[in-house]
């Protein structure tokens, strides 16, 4: 059968840049809202009050750019 398809010949640069723009989007909005909730339930929900959830949401936010940072030499 002939076809105008040969595997592995198309230009896939924005499907990859769509892909990384979603995954980028994912990881540091699943960190805001950690962070976000963590405030919330620490100033609502607790008598710790909102300093106890303010830094508690720092300290979230810190570890989580630290930990989901990109690594030098990850690229595949």
């Not at 924005?14 to 540091?28: I, P, R, S």
């Not at 962070?35 to 100033?43: E, G, K, Q, T």
Request: with cysteine.
């Amino acid at each position: 059968m002939a076809s105008e398809y040969h595997r592995g010949e198309m230009d896939i640069s924005e499907q990859v840049a769509t892909f990384n723009l979603f995954n980028g989007l994912t990881k540091w909005g699943s960190l805001g809202l950690a962070a976000l909730l963590a405030l919330l339930v620490l100033w609502f929900c607790t008598p710790a009050g909102f300093l106890a959830g303010f830094v508690t949401a720092i300290v979230v936010t810190v570890i989580g750019v630290v930990v989901l940072r990109e690594k030098p030499g990850s690229g595949h």
